[in-house]
């Protein structure tokens, strides 16, 4: 391990860092303890380290394995909130979209194209023209470029030219935009894994059970390492909840009553075939209650979401058969061949945290964020959407550090780009060089360094030394065997799980939904974490039986009879 004193840590987050961080939880008094690894939480622990504090982050689960690994994937203003006049929020989202798309990490985030069909000749030109007009410009106002070009209008004959599945009748013309979209499990990690360079304790699988008080003040917590079965403490001056739609129950032990609410509202995605949807471009159609969006994504089609409540587990949320029809019937009245239920390759499910209030509709509550110091010694965020997490996270801390004594430095996340950004257009402009050196395909070398940046270099010295790593895994091409082994000693990942529906998108790209790759996944995460044959076989039929029940879930009609489906497969959590 690096010292201590060293200005960085390894860019590794592996076994051997996990029980190093645990080790440190266990034995130092921390600044900031940050419970909770979605995307808020890692954000939050890498504000605080780059300010010099010492800080923790600990997740029950895997990293990014709630909410923030089942979004839209999409890092964009909202177009629906200009409606609702929320200029503040678009304009803080766009600001954010820029510095993701330019700055903190360009091998993630991408720019994707959008077209808004028009049905009114005069009407939807001007009021829907008018409102990319206020996108536009607010772009413009963090004081850098925005990083996408502005937004136009076209004719019918130009629509159909670009989209030949549109249906003829379903629009007069068109206004396409741009915003970006992310992988949003693999940004999640690799924020934990930046902020774990920059000297947090990084340790997931190891669940918060109750809040150390001293009087009426948190100085810490109990803590349970769920892939050893050990309990410690963990102390820290200040502790940040941010357990996104777990804030209540968090808040409860506590044992004092949290100043806000938090609702879960449930959307689903299809992931359908690039070929079933002729199109140069995503689509954003309006429904009844919200947005429809058809996003492209790699091979793929994502379409989504619907928007509606939910108060059933939260660990897995279900989609019903109900669910999934809502959403084919809203897409095909723009489709000249409608999709079915056969074209549909995966569906996930995810949950929402809306501050909750008087309304009785998930879809009017706010995506504003809220920040509180509960008790003393802890603070609260809740609330949000993915693209601001890092304003939410900063916020978070300015208010954990106003409880702390001493000069303590502002945030620097506006200027700190994640691991692999750094040099990444250079990477990419001498792709074809480095296949050839490496001996893969370029296409093969496109698709490393959009997920991994300058940190490609780390996998092909893994191919390197063991070629066979250079080959796809079964059932899911777009993978090579090099990445599963990379997920389990650098990235973080405990379980088959964690490499088949995080790391990589297997669990919802793959018609099998990776049940071909499991068996080949898990023998090569083996290698790295030093499973025997008991522990390969189980890791792959608990996978199996998460597919299981996932795909039973999607035949049910209503969310109580999905929800008790899809709980019939263990909870990896709960099996240590």
Known sequence: MVEANSVSRSTKLGPEEREAAIEALKTKELDILVVGGGIVGAGAALDAATRGLRVGIVEA?????????????????????????????????????????????????????????????????????????????????????????????????????????????????????????????????????????????????????????????????????????????????QVVNATGVWTDDTQAMVGERGQFKVRASKGIHLVVPRDRFQSSMGLLLRTEKSVLFVIPWGRHWLVGTTDTDWHLD??????????????????????????????????????????????????????????????????????????????????????????????????????????????????????????????????????????????????????SANPELAEPLPGADDYLAAEVVYAASHEGALHLEDVLARRTRISIEAWDRGVSAAPVAARLMAGVLGWDEARIEREVANYLRRVAAERASQEQPDDESADRIRLEAPDIAAQA
């Open 61 to 237: 689960r895997d990293w990014s394995s709630g909410t923030s690994s089942r979004s839209s994937k999409l890092v964009h203003g909202g177009v629906r909130y200009l409606e609702q006049l929320n200029f503040r929020l678009v304009r803080e989202a766009l600001i954010e979209r820029g510095l993701l798309l330019q700055r903190i990490a360009p091998h993630l985030v991408k720019p994707v194209r959008f077209l808004i069909p028009l049905k009114r000749r005069f009407i939807d030109r001007f009021y829907i023209g008018a409102g990319m007009v206020l996108y536009d410009l607010f772009s413009y106002t963090g004081g850098r470029p925005p990083g996408v070009p502005h937004h136009r209008h076209l004719t019918r004959g130009q629509v159909q030219r670009a989209i030949p599945s549109m249906a003829h009748d379903a629009l007069i013309g068109g206004i396409t935009y741009y915003d970006a979209q992310v992988d949003d499990a693999r940004y999640g990690a690799s924020v934990v894994r930046t902020a774990s360079f920059y000297g947090a304790h990084a340790a997931s699988r190891v669940r918060v059970e109750g809040f150390i008080k001293v009087g009426q003040r948190v100085v810490g917590v109990h803590a349970h390492d769920l892939q050893t079965g050990e309990k410690f403490e963990i102390r820290a001056k």
């Open 314 to 463: 939260k660990a897995h949320p279900a989609a019903t058969a109900a669910d999934i029809d809502y959403v084919l019937e809203h897409v095909n009245t723009v489709l000249n061949v409608p999709l079915t239920r056969d074209d549909v390759e995966g569906v996930y499910a995810g949950l929402r945290p809306l501050l909750a209030g008087e309304s009785d509709q998930t879809s009017k509550l706010s995506r504003e964020h809220l920040v509180a110091h509960s008790v003393p010694g802890l603070v609260v965020i809740a609330g949000g959407k993915w693209t601001t997490y890092r304003v939410m996270a900063k916020d978070a801390i300015d208010a954990a550090v106003s409880a702390l004594d001493g000069k303590i430095a502002g945030s620097v996340t506006e200027d700190i780009a994640l691991l692999g950004a750094e040099g990444y257009q250079a990477a990419w402009n001498k792709r074809s060089k480095i296949a050839r050196r490496f001996g893969v395909h370029t296409v093969r070398i496109e698709h490393l360094l959009n997920r991994f940046g300058t940190l490609t270099d780390e996998l092909l010295d893994l191919i």
